[in-house]
């Protein structure tokens, strides 16, 4: 199993991007699982489960592990999946729900963390927008990467992301004075 796979193509991101698949992907970043594991975690029938694993797997995001008989156990391709697909219409609204779900954490994570933000609504609506630019103005060093076939560690894909984000921070400056006002820093 990688520790990091960089998902460019929008055919992936649209594969992932149905609601089953990406809740067996989240039920297998736990340990990896049988067919009749993830059915009964989902309440679904085995041969939709069974349909939606092929169709991971030929996507490259699920491997088989072993099998057990007739059984066969399932795991992710990789340990983390950073969605950096180019903007495609049939992706677009589940990656700007995916922006808006981690915006939302961040400042969930930032109030746990006990900082006082005075306008919370305001502060994740500038986090996803945030999130949206870095995303999109790096998108061709990611695709290189992956194009590259590039094995990255978590720690490396960590310290790649902050670089690119430091990249941009001249254009994104503003932006981050607002943030700093929306928060007791």
């Given at each position: 199993?990688?520790?990091?796979?960089?998902?460019?193509?929008?055919?992936?991101?649209?594969?992932?991007?149905?609601?089953?698949?990406?809740?067996?992907?989240?039920?297998?970043?736990?340990?990896?699982?049988?067919?009749?594991?993830?059915?009964?975690?989902?309440?679904?029938?085995?041969?939709?489960?069974?349909?939606?694993?092929?169709?991971?797997?030929?996507?490259?995001?699920?491997?088989?592990?072993?099998?057990?008989?007739?059984?066969?156990?399932?795991?992710?391709?990789?340990?983390?999946?950073?969605?950096?697909?180019?903007?495609d219409e049939s992706v677009e609204q589940f990656?700007?729900?995916?922006?808006?779900?981690?915006?939302?954490?961040?400042?969930?994570?930032?109030?746990?963390?006990?900082?006082r933000v005075k306008d919370r609504a305001e502060?994740?609506?500038?986090?996803?927008?945030?999130?949206?630019?870095?995303?999109?103005?790096?998108?061709?060093?990611?695709?290189?990467?992956?194009?590259?076939?590039?094995?990255?560690?978590?720690?490396?894909?960590?310290?790649?992301?902050?670089?690119?984000?430091?990249?941009?921070?001249?254009?994104?400056?503003?932006?981050?004075?607002?943030?700093?006002?929306?928060?007791?820093?």
């Open positions: 199993m990688k520790e990091v796979l960089i998902i460019t193509e929008p055919e992936t991101v649209k594969v992932l991007s149905e609601e089953t698949r990406f809740k067996i992907l989240q039920l297998l970043r736990m340990r990896p699982m049988t067919i009749n594991e993830l059915s009964e975690a989902l309440g679904r029938e085995r041969t939709t489960v069974y349909r939606h694993i092929k169709t991971l797997e030929k996507a490259g995001l699920v491997e088989e592990l072993e099998s057990h008989g007739n059984e066969r156990v399932y795991s992710r391709s990789a340990r983390i999946f950073l969605i950096k697909a180019d903007p990656r700007q729900a995916y922006l808006q779900v981690e915006a939302e954490r961040l400042v969930q994570i930032l109030e746990k963390a006990g900082f502060l994740i609506r500038l986090a996803k927008q945030v999130l949206d630019e870095i995303e999109i103005r790096s998108q061709p060093v990611l695709k290189r990467i992956s194009q590259a076939e590039i094995e990255l560690t978590e720690v490396e894909l960590f310290h790649l992301l902050n670089m690119l984000v430091f990249m941009q921070s001249p254009e994104l400056s503003e932006k981050a004075k607002k943030v700093r006002e929306l928060m007791e820093l």
